[in-house]
């Protein structure tokens, strides 16, 4: 496993590294695999995995799998020490080998919140319950012309019991320059234009009007 490297108050990347072939074989264990039983802490996925994960989705079409993956390399640590963010490559077996950068959020509670719930960590629960449905049901309404990129949800798997979730999104470090430390005037620009298109999307948008007509209902009675 890759050492993650940390400095007080700060966060650092280490160099991306390259997509190497994947050498794991397709064992007898693997004939009946799920979502559920895909291990969501685990700190590198093989390429049998992320086809079966990717399988439904446009990334793998027209026969297209992946033939390798990268090592992965730190992001960022959640809030709480709930989990971490990882960013990786895969590379498609397509005729132009096409490399796709991804993120991971793995949510892993501390046992100890796990065992005894505060209102704390049920509150923590409750928002990655939020981001999933975000990222399900959602993101994949924002269309053009609202120029409000968010990332691509490749896949979503959650515990039975919501104690642990895990998200493989499209890498927007390939849409937007990172910043880290503070804006500058044009990531400001960007930053409000972003979230005046997602507001204005949602704004026009069928189920949010519909939500507000049932509130506006309910007022009256």
Not at 32 to 57: G, V, W, Y
Request: aromatic share 10%; hydrophobic share 35%; proline share 5%.
């Amino acid at each position: 496993d890759k050492k993650i490297i940390m400095t007080k108050g700060k966060k650092k990347r280490s160099n991306k590294s390259k997509a190497k072939p994947d050498s794991s074989h397709h064992s007898d264990h693997e004939d009946d695999l799920d979502n559920k039983n895909i291990n969501m802490m685990t700190t590198k996925f093989t390429a049998f995995q992320l086809n079966h994960l990717f399988s439904e989705t446009a990334l793998l079409k027209d026969g297209v799998e992946i033939s390798s993956i990268s090592e992965e390399d730190y992001v960022a640590q959640l809030w709480a020490g709930y989990g971490g963010i990882h960013s990786f490559q895969i590379i498609l077996d397509d005729d132009a080998k096409t490399e796709v950068q991804l993120v991971v959020k793995r949510v892993n509670p501390p046992a100890a919140d796990t065992r005894h719930p505060s209102v704390s960590h049920l509150r923590k629960i409750r928002s990655y319950q939020i981001e999933a449905n975000f990222y399900t049901n959602v993101a994949p309404l924002i269309q053009p012309p609202f120029s409000c990129t968010v990332p691509t949800p490749y896949s979503i798997l959650s515990a039975d019991d919501s104690s642990s979730f895990q998200f493989i999104l499209s890498d927007l470090n390939t849409n937007y320059k990172p910043s880290y430390g503070q804006l500058s005037k044009q990531h400001t620009l960007d930053a409000l234009s972003w979230l005046s298109n997602f507001h204005a999307f949602f704004h026009q948008h069928e189920i949010i009007i519909n939500n507000v007509d049932h509130d506006d209902d309910n007022d009256d009675n």
